[in-house]
């Protein structure tokens, strides 16, 4: 059965789409169905930068400005409604796309084949973390589809209308990034090739784009100065533009081999045998396809210090339009049908399988768990914002994840009201971190002191909320000071991953574990607190030592205390104590101690 595009088709295909990326997001990758909690700061930052205070009269100075303007009105609806605005622009985009390739190819298109194409879209490592994420190709591309949306819609109507429109949506996709600057010239050259008709209109729409992206890229040099379209960047910078035809290839390279798999390109091939046997005039259709898919990359291929694999999504989803052309209904032999079916389906269950390994890296777990974590600390503001009263001074501490939403202080100030009486501070481990805007600072945590705050709102790595410390109960943890090597209460409201071992402590007074120091040495020496690591590393090696027992770790730790006090020898005796003392066993070794000490010589 293929689809024509008829109202009661597009309704179905429009509940297809939805359904299709609720499944493969539920069942598939992330295996879960969250897609309004942000997993990067970036997210809260898009959000807060537009809202509020921003007069729209401003956009105009600054880079991309089109995004500005929609983020700005999306931002109104608040975070959620911000991110369930730019996930609908997508799949209204991708609506577009299959109406476009409907209208550009004149031929329907099987259920099957869409089917197809929307598992593997959606399926592909590099959604997920990039159609939320990065809303300025997302917008672009959503301008990309309206505008040869509106060009099919003029060439068969005549309608005015329509073509005065393709030169707005045009200005306004090369305005939200350059990702399709190329694509969209490329659309207008193909239809020249395809057909004579509007011949004059065609060659009006390449040229105003020529003139656009030219415009486009002196507003982002001269006007806003954008730092993405920077001919004068060193070759340090990372929007260091390359124009060697070297670099450009092996840039270019880089994303291409990240687009797809062996499977996919498989699918592909397997859809353009069926289209040359029973549909041969439709081959240069599909070349067409995926010139202007890849055409994307054209502009990231001059940035060589740019290289993110998560950025091969610019072009996927036009290039992997191909499977569209895959119809196997037009197969005459059943045996041929059911056996292309089986082999499609088959490579389908290898490219999830071939996923995998990108799903389960480590960067995707811990891409998930910053989601994660934001999850339960988003849930927390309310409970938080019920508590804060005029005046309340409160320190922040637990979130040393990077991309949580109190990193970004407009955010947070925008979430709980500019309420200039109320002074939150928000530790920090880094000092390269330190921020103080208006009535929200980033401290550092050696520099906080508990007695200057009211409120004290611990959250642990998770982002859960485990304690909002107030009156009489902050009294007393402040009143319980001690001259014993111990983990103290306060000690739990900055280091909260800390409440295991402080327990296990309190049943072990004589420290018969030596493993709990320097476990808690090591937390405090993540933390930058390296007077408190010290005091338990060495209590470790007193104890052990006592016993001749050698703990490598424990060397290697305090090796890392005294190197980054510059007292390099003392650095250099613990480092060699720490080869030294390391197990036999190959597998056990820690390659981390061997490079320490060859470090430290080569200082010496």
């Known amino acids: 059965m293929a689809i024509a595009w008829k109202k009661k088709n597009m309704v179905y295909l429009a509940v297809l789409i939805i359904s299709i990326y609720y499944v493969v997001l539920r069942f598939v990758f992330p295996g879960y169905f969250s897609p309004l909690v942000p997993f990067h700061a970036d997210i809260f930052t898009n959000v807060?930068?537009?809202?509020?205070?921003?007069?729209?009269?401003?956009?105009?100075?600054r880079p991309r400005f089109i995004v500005l303007f929609i983020s700005a009105f999306l931002s109104e609806f608040g975070l959620e409604g911000f991110t369930a605005g730019i996930i609908t622009i997508f799949l209204i985009s991708i609506f577009l796309l299959i109406y476009n390739f409907i209208k550009f190819t004149k031929m329907d298109i099987g259920w099957l084949s869409i089917i197809l194409y929307l598992l593997l879209l959606f399926s592909h490592p590099s959604f997920y973390f990039n159609y939320s994420y990065d809303i300025y190709n997302t917008i672009s591309f959503f301008f990309l589809m309206l505008s040869i949306a509106l060009w099919h819609k003029y060439s068969e109507s005549?309608?005015?209308?329509?073509?005065?429109?393709?030169?707005?949506?045009?200005?306004?996709?090369?305005?939200?990034?350059?990702?399709?600057?190329?694509?969209i010239i490329l659309f207008f050259i193909i239809q020249l090739y395809f057909s004579k008709d509007n011949r004059k209109e065609k060659i009006l729409l390449s040229l105003y784009s020529i003139i656009v992206i030219a415009f486009s890229v002196y507003h982002s040099r001269y006007i806003s100065k954008s730092p993405f379209v920077d001919v004068s960047a060193d070759h340090a910078s990372t929007y260091y533009i390359d124009y060697n035809i070297t670099s450009l290839l092996k840039t270019?390279?880089?994303?291409?081999?990240?687009?797809?798999?062996?499977?996919t390109y498989l699918i592909f091939i397997l859809a353009v045998i069926v289209t040359a046997l029973y549909n041969r005039n439709k081959l240069f259709h599909i070349m067409a396809v995926y010139l202007l898919g890849?055409?994307?990359?054209?502009?990231?291929?001059v940035l060589p210090n740019h290289l993110y694999s998560f950025y091969s999504w610019v072009a996927i989803p036009l290039c992997f339009s191909i499977v569209l052309f895959f119809r196997v209904e037009l197969l005459k032999s059943k045996i041929v049908y059911f056996a292309i079916t089986l082999f499609v389906?088959?490579?389908?269950?290898?490219?999830?399988?071939?996923?995998?390994?990108?799903?389960?890296?480590?960067?995707?777990?811990?891409?998930?768990?910053?989601?994660?974590?934001?999850?339960?600390?988003?849930?927390?503001?309310?409970?938080?914002?019920?508590?804060?009263?005029?005046?309340?001074?409160?320190?922040?501490?637990?979130?040393?994840?990077?991309?949580?939403?109190?990193?970004?202080?407009?955010?947070?100030?925008?979430?709980?009201?500019?309420?200039?009486?109320?002074s939150w501070d928000i530790a920090i481990i880094d000092s390269s971190d330190i921020q103080v805007e208006k009535n929200i600072k980033k401290i550092p945590i050696k520099n906080i002191n508990i007695k200057e705050y009211n409120k004290v709102i611990v959250f642990n790595n998770e982002g859960q909320l485990l304690n909002l410390i107030e009156g009489e109960s902050l009294k007393n943890i402040l009143n319980t000071v001690s001259d014993k090597l111990e983990?103290?209460?306060?000690?739990?409201?900055?280091?909260?991953?800390?409440?295991?071992?402080?327990?296990?402590?309190?049943?072990?007074?004589?420290?018969?574990?030596?493993?709990?120091?320097?476990?808690?040495?090591?937390?405090?020496?993540?933390?930058?607190?390296?007077?408190?690591?010290?005091?338990?590393?060495?209590?470790?090696?007193?104890?052990?030592?006592?016993?001749?027992?050698?703990?490598?770790?424990?060397?290697y730790y305090m090796g890392n205390i005294k190197e980054s006090?510059?007292?390099?020898?003392?650095?250099?005796?613990?480092?060699?104590?720490?080869?030294?003392?390391?197990?036999?066993?190959?597998?056990k070794k820690n390659k981390s101690f061997s490079a320490a000490l060859e470090r430290l010589k080569n200082k010496r």
């Not at 006090?565 to 597998?587: C, D, G, W």
């Open 252 to 263: 270019f390279w880089f994303y291409l081999k990240n687009s797809g798999s062996i499977y």
């Open 294 to 301: 890849i055409s994307a990359y054209i502009p990231y291929s």
């Open 158 to 183: 005549k309608k005015t209308i329509y073509f005065i429109s393709c030169f707005l949506t045009i200005f306004l996709c090369c305005f939200s990034k350059e990702t399709y600057y190329i694509t």
């Open 487 to 555: 983990i103290s209460e306060i000690d739990i409201i900055l280091f909260p991953n800390l409440r295991d071992n402080m327990q296990k402590m309190v049943r072990d007074k004589n420290f018969k574990d030596t493993n709990l120091l320097i476990s808690t040495g090591s937390t405090f020496l993540s933390y930058n607190m390296k007077e408190k690591a010290e005091q338990f590393l060495m209590k470790a090696i007193e104890i052990n030592e006592a016993n001749n027992v050698y703990n490598s770790y424990s060397y």
């Open 48 to 61: 807060s930068t537009v809202s509020g205070s921003i007069y729209w009269s401003d956009f105009f100075g």
């Open 345 to 422: 389906i088959f490579m389908m269950l290898s490219w999830y399988s071939y996923n995998k390994i990108d799903y389960r890296s480590e960067g995707t777990k811990w891409t998930l768990s910053q989601e994660s974590s934001n999850r339960n600390i988003l849930k927390n503001l309310k409970v938080i914002k019920n508590k804060i009263e005029p005046g309340d001074k409160i320190l922040v501490s637990g979130l040393y994840t990077p991309f949580n939403p109190f990193k970004i202080n407009k955010y947070i100030e925008d979430y709980f009201g500019q309420n200039i009486s109320v």
């Open 565 to 587: 006090e510059n007292k390099f020898q003392e650095a250099l005796l613990y480092y060699e104590k720490a080869v030294k003392f390391e197990p036999v066993e190959v597998e």
